[in-house]
Structures are given as structure tokens and as C-alpha cells.
T-cell receptor, first 114, second 114 residues
């Protein structure tokens, strides 16, 4: 069965701290896709990144970076020098087959205090 | 710019009422999805549709039905609302069946059933 685990329910940091959000997945598929979404207080989920199972290169986008490791079935997300605007719930998700159906983790609520 | 709109941000209904939640996307996407979001459970897929008049059950379809008569519109129907259907409902769309397409989300409808 496919599953996504985000063990951190809530994380609180002070502005400018670095923070890593963990994501562990399970799948039997050899081809799959992993996603991160951000849900700010307004409620609308915003797509952050997509990674396919054949591309283990880490990705950096500004203060955001992602570490994909197939050996540990993890796709972790790091925010460097966090800001108050980063406060949100972050979801990791796994795409099932070729249907675009997503299996979501339970989310990690990040609170960044000034 | 993809836009997914939902008919209401907040809705209050009484037990036993028939409830319609409407979702419209303006980017000619093939796929549309309905999720419910509950604290500690993340997003769970109720139904999805990959074409007009086509639908598939998700993980928690019980108590719900859907309708997709036009490509841009996907409706979620609660035939007889119950208090355990109080939740946040999120609609999403994606381009086509491929597995790697990001989903675009609407702002959500917070439904309270009294």
C-alpha cells in the first residue's frame, strides 16, 4: 500500500532559524512522483515542487531546498533563514500510478515567530 | 493563470439536508478532485473525475456522490448531511492523466452540519 508519513505534527521556530520538514513515503511502484504543497492561513494549497522517482538530485529554490533519498524513502524539505510568512501547514504527497491521484501526508504545521 | 473556484467559503446546514458543493476550473483540465481535510488526518480523496461524466471513488466515498456534466464543473453532493461530514472540503484540478501533473486547489469550503 502507498503511504506518506509526516511525523512532525507541529514545529515552532524563531525567525531566521533553519527548519527541516520530514517526509517518508512507501510505494511499490518504480515510477512515482513526490510533491510538496503549502497551505497558508487563507486555506488554498499552493504547489511548491514535484520530483520524479528517477531524479534524486537535490533542488534549491531561494530559501527552499529539497532532499530526495530513495535509499531511505524520504523527501525532506528545508527552509533556510525562516520568515514569518513561511508560517503554514506543509503537505508532502505521493502520486499514485498515472492517474494524478495524490496520497497526502497528515501535514506539518510550521509556526515562525518574530 | 489557473483558477479553481468553489461556490462558498463557509456553509452551515442541518442534519438530513441535501448539500451541493460546486467547483469550477477555467483551464480546460481533464481531471478534477474532491478532498476533505480534517485535523490530524490530512487530505483524503472522496471522488475524482478524469473526464466528463466519468468518476471514480476515492478513499472515503461513503455518504457522498458527484456529478460532472461539463468539463469545467465538478459537484460534490451530500445526499443527507450528517454531523460527521462537518469538515473542510477542497476541490482541485489537474491537466490530464499522467501522474506528474500538479494539482491546483480551490480556496476550500468549510461546511458545518448542525
Amino acid at each position: 500500500a502507498q503511504k506518506v508519513t509526516q511525523a512532525q505534527t507541529e514545529i515552532s521556530v524563531v525567525e531566521k532559524e533553519d527548519v527541516t520538514l520530514d517526509c517518508v513515503y512507501e510505494t511499490r511502484d518504480t515510477t512515482y512522483y513526490l510533491f510538496w504543497y503549502k497551505q497558508p492561513p487563507s486555506g488554498e494549497l499552493v504547489f511548491l515542487i514535484r520530483r520524479n522517482s528517477f531524479d534524486e538530485q537535490n533542488e534549491i529554490s531561494g530559501r527552499y531546498s529539497w532532499n530526495f533519498q530513495k535509499s531511505t524513502s524520504s523527501f525532506n524539505f528545508t527552509i533556510t533563514a525562516s520568515q514569518v510568512v513561511d508560517s503554514a501547514v506543509y503537505f508532502c504527497a505521493l502520486s499514485e500510478g498515472n492517474t494524478d491521484k495524490l496520497i497526502f501526508g497528515t501535514g506539518t504545521r510550521l509556526q515562525v515567530f518574530p | 493563470d489557473v483558477k479553481v473556484t468553489q461556490s462558498s467559503r463557509y456553509l452551515v446546514k442541518r442534519t438530513g439536508e441535501k448539500v451541493f458543493l460546486e467547483c469550477v476550473q477555467d483551464m480546460d483540465h481533464e481531471n478534477m478532485f474532491w478532498y476533505r481535510q480534517d485535523p490530524g488526518l490530512g487530505l483524503r480523496l472522496i471522488y475524482f473525475s478524469y473526464d466528463v461524466k466519468m468518476k471514480e471513488k476515492g478513499d472515503i466515498p461513503e455518504g457522498y456522490s458527484v456529478s460532472r456534466e461539463k468539463k469545467e464543473r465538478f459537484s460534490l453532493i451530500l445526499e443527507s448531511a450528517s454531523t460527521n461530514q462537518t469538515s473542510m472540503y477542497l476541490c482541485a484540478s489537474s491537466l490530464e492523466l499522467a501522474g506528474d501533473n500538479e494539482q491546483f486547489f480551490g480556496p476550500g469550503t468549510r461546511l458545518t452540519v448542525l
